[in-house]
C-alpha cells in the first residue's frame, strides 16, 4: 500500500502511447482522480480508459516441471525426481542388515517419486563385492523384506530394485580398501565375462562364458525378477552400464567373441536383450522395466551413443519403460569430460531418437538444473546419486526453491524455515 493506502499494481499501457500507475490513482465513487502525475486531473474527470483489469489478466505462476506427475504402466510418480542405486558394500552373504534399513529408510523421507535400491545380484559370483547386495537366495528375499515393509510403512515413495552382474569386475575389494580384485586365495572368486579380458592390466584374466554360464545367467536374472515381484518392489531396472557383464557384452573393449554373442552390433546386443526378454516374461505386466545404460565407454573404438540409440530402439520395440542415461566404467582408458549435466545429451538424444522415457544422471546438483532438464523435453526424470547422500532433504529444498510442494513425514512438518513457505502443502500444526 502507498502513503495514500491504495494498492500498488502493475503499470497498464494506455492507447495513444500513454501510460499511467495504478498506484497513482484513487476511485472516487463513479469517477477517477489522479494523484500522482506532475500535471494532476481535476477531480471529477471521468476516465474510461483506467478500468482496473481482471485478475487472470496478471500472470500466473507456472507450474514447476520437476514436480509434475509421471505414470509409467501401472505406476504413478509423485514427481520427476528418482534416488539413483548407490551400492554400500555392507551386505553378508547377499543379504540386507541394519545398514539397508536405515540407509534406506532415511531416503525414503525426503520427498523424491522413487527409490531405486543398489545393484543387487541375480548370483553370488555377480557380486561386485563380497559385502554386495544379492536377491540369489531365500535368505537374501527374506532379509530385503524387513527393509521394503519397513519402508513402505513410513513411506509413500515408490521402491524399485536394479538387477545386475558384476562380470568381470566381480570380486572386488570395497572402495575404501581401495577396490582392487580379491583373488581366490584372498577369499574371493574367479570372475566370468564375455571374453578372457581383465579390467585392468596386470590382473587375472576372467573366465570366458560358455553356452551354458550365458543360459544360466540370463536365467537368474528371470529368477531374481520373480523374487522381487514377490517383494512388493513398484518397479524393475537392470544394470548395462558402467562396466558389469550386460555392458561387457555390448562393448567391443570388452566383449572379443567370434560366436553369435560377439563380433556385429547385433550379435553383441543379443545377450543383453536377451535377458531383457527373459525378465519382461518374469516381471508383472503391469509393473515398469528400465535399463541403465552406458551411453559410450568414452574410449575410441568402444561403445559409443550411435551404438546406444540403435540398443535403445530395440529395448523401445519390447517395452522397455525407461532408458537410464549414464556412461563409462569399461575401460581403465576412459576419457570423461566432466561437467554438470555432463550426461544430459545422451538423454535428450536417445529420447529424442526412440520415443522412449528416459532418465539424466550425472552432476545434477542444483533445483533449477534439474527443472530445465525436465522442463526443455531432455528427459522425463532426474536422478541424484551423491547430492543425494551429501543432502538426503534434497526433494524439500528443490521444492522450496521452485515454488512447488514434496511429501514430508507429518513427524516433519514443523521444521521448514519461514522462506520455504508451504513447502509440505497444507500442513496445519496445533500445540497446546
Known amino acids: 500500500m502507498n502513503g495514500d493506502g491504495v494498492a500498488a499494481v502493475p503499470e497498464r499501457a494506455i492507447p495513444g502511447g500513454k501510460t499511467r500507475d495504478y498506484k497513482g490513482l484513487i476511485k472516487r465513487g463513479s469517477t477517477i482522480a489522479d494523484t500522482g502525475s506532475r500535471r494532476p486531473w481535476r477531480a471529477g ?5 483506467l478500468r482496473r483489469p481482471p485478475l487472470n489478466r496478471f500472470p500466473r505462476p507456472v507450474p514447476s516441471a520437476l514436480f509434475t506427475p509421471l505414470r509409467l504402466r501401472g505406476l504413478e ?17 547377499g543379504s540386507a542388515d541394519d545398514w539397508h534399513l536405515i540407509h534406506l529408510g532415511h531416503l525414503a523421507l525426503g520427498g523424491a517419486a522413487l527409490l531405486c535400491v543398489e545393484a543387487t545380484a541375480v548370483e553370488a559370483a555377480g557380486r561386485i563385492t563380497p559385502g554386495c547386495l544379492g536377491l540369489y537366495s531365500d535368505a537374501n528375499e527374506a532379509s ?83 523374487r522381487a515381484a514377490r ?22 573393449v570388452a566383449n572379443r567373441r567370434d560366436d553369435a554373442y560377439g563380433g556385429a552390433l547385433e550379435n553383441r546386443m543379443r545377450f543383453p536383450l536377451e535377458v531383457f526378454d527373459a525378465v519382461r516374461a518374469a516381471w508383472p505386466s503391469d509393473r515398469p522395466l528400465g535399463m541403465r545404460v552406458s551411453a559410450t565407454d568414452w ?30 566404467g569399461v575401460s581403465p582408458l576412459q576419457e570423461i569430460p ?95
Open 144 to 226: 530385503l523384506e524387513r527393509v521394503v515393509r519397513t519402508v513402505r510403512a513410513r513411506s509413500p515413495i515408490k521402491l524399485a530394485v536394479q538387477l545386475g552382474h558384476a562380470g568381470r569386475k566381480a570380486s572386488s575389494e570395497v572402495p575404501w580398501r581401495g577396490g582392487r580384485l580379491i583373488p581366490a586365495y584372498r577369499g574371493g572368486w574367479r570372475p566370468v565375462a564375455p571374453s578372457a579380458l581383465p579390467h585392468l592390466p596386470g590382473e587375472a584374466a576372467p573366465e570366458a562364458l560358455d553356452r551354458e554360464g550365458i543360459e544360466r545367467i540370463r536365467a537368474a536374472f528371470a529368477a531374481s525378477a520373480s
Open 338 to 432: 566432466l561437467g554438470p549435466g555432463y550426461q544430459v545429451p545422451f538423454s535428450r538424444r536417445i529420447r529424442a531418437e526412440t520415443g522412449v522415457r528416459t532418465i539424466a544422471v550425472g552432476l545434477i546438483t542444483e533445483p533449477q538444473q534439474a527443472e530445465a532438464i525436465v522442463a526443455n523435453g531432455e528427459a522425463d526424470m532426474v536422478a541424484l546419486g551423491r547430492a543425494m547422500l551429501y543432502d538426503p532433504r534434497w526433494a524439500w529444498h528443490a521444492a522450496a526453491a521452485l515454488g512447488a510442494t514434496a511429501h514430508a513425514p507429518e513427524q516433519y512438518w514443523r521444521c521448514p524455515p519461514r522462506a520455504a513457505g508451504r513447502v509440505f502443502g497444507d500442513t496445519p500444526i496445533g500445540m497446546r
Open 231 to 252: 517383494l512388493g518392489f513398484d518397479a524393475l531396472e537392470l544394470h548395462a552400464a558402467h562396466g558389469y557383464l550386460l555392458h561387457e557384452f555390448l562393448s567391443p
Open 45 to 49: 474527470k471521468r476516465l474510461r480508459i
Open 77 to 93: 510418480l509423485a514427481n520427476r525426481i528418482v534416488i539413483s542405486p548407490m551400492c554400500q558394500y555392507s551386505a553378508t552373504a
Open 299 to 328: 574410449v575410441t573404438g568402444g561403445w559409443d551413443l550411435e551404438q546406444c540409440v540403435v540398443f535403445a530402439r530395440e529395448l523401445a520395440r519390447r517395452g522397455c519403460d525407461w532408458i537410464d542415461c549414464s556412461s563409462g
